[in-house]
């Protein structure tokens, strides 16, 4: 479904992808994980080319998306969907106008089907109470379940996360989580997290990769990953009060 090879991007003399190799199947929630600065937005940010490598090449399915003229890539593009940091609402639309907003720009469905899909997807993910409310009238997890709703309404086949519970309490945490997970079961989407959570990263990754020095230096899943034995991994855990038992450890009794 992705797969980066041998991808290469600098800004400036820093080189923030060094030869990054990455195969996401189809269905997977992949998590990105690793301290900040080393180029895990950024690569999620190449899998859309808001960002191109300077070498090394990125295919979706089957194309290339480095490659693609105006015309492929916009067709590219309407295969993801895109949940932004801090939610990226537009302060003067309310709930349902940002979530209708992709409907609106980027198809010709008549209102009341837009009126329609919007309905079910705020219902989808918890916020069928607040179409009518303003950005600046919810909390900062309502925000993040809008900008996924607006991620999710032209029913994307993979959903791009970029710290989805950044900024939020442990309970809204949580929730974010159990919503990533039922869109997975329900949609069947093909999702890749970019997160510091670790408890999160645990609770929804098919596999976590450990992102440092420009490349993953661990992949694998949650239990192989909190036994892993590189130092690096271990002392990121460890910085969580992460040990090896605890909920993550899905198949103890």
């Known amino acids: ?99 209708a907003l992709p409907l609106i720009e980027k198809t010709d469905m008549a209102r009341s089907e837009i009126d329609d899909r919007v309905n079910i997807t705020l219902k989808r993910v918890g916020l069928d109470h607040a179409s009518d409310r303003m950005p600046s009238e919810i909390s900062g997890g309502m925000k993040k379940r809008a900008g996924l709703a607006r991620a999710i309404i032209r029913e994307p086949e993979i959903v791009l996360y970029d710290e989805p519970t950044s900024g939020l309490d442990p309970v809204s945490s949580r929730s974010i989580d159990a919503l990533i997970n039922q869109l ?13 959570d670790l408890h999160s990263a645990l609770a929804i990754g098919d596999r976590i990769g450990m992102l440092n020095g420009g490349r993953f230096i661990d992949i694998s899943d949650p239990e192989a990953f909190i036994h892993s034995d590189n130092d690096f991994v271990q002392d990121f855990l460890a910085a969580q009060y992460i040990t090896a038992k605890g909920p993550w450890e899905r198949n103890d009794s």
């Not at 041998?6 to 195969?23: A, I, Q, S």
């Not at 189809?26 to 070498?55: A, I, N, Q, W, Y």
């Not at 997975?184 to 510091?196: I, Y």
């Open 184 to 196: 997975r079961e329900e949609l069947g989407v093909t999702g890749v997290v970019v997160t510091h």
């Open 1 to 99: 479904m992705i797969e980066f090879k041998n991808v290469v991007k600098h800004f400036g003399e820093h080189r923030v992808l060094d030869g990054m190799n990455l195969k996401i199947p189809k269905g997977e929630t992949f998590v990105v994980c690793g301290p900040s600065g080393v180029g895990k937005s950024v690569s999620l940010k190449h899998m859309v080319r808001l960002l191109t490598p300077d070498s090394g090449d990125i295919i979706i399915g089957d194309e290339s998306i480095v490659d693609a003229g105006s015309h492929d890539l916009e067709r590219i593009r309407q295969r993801f969907g895109y949940l932004f940091q801090g939610g990226a609402m537009l302060a003067w639309m309310n709930v349902a106008e940002n979530v």
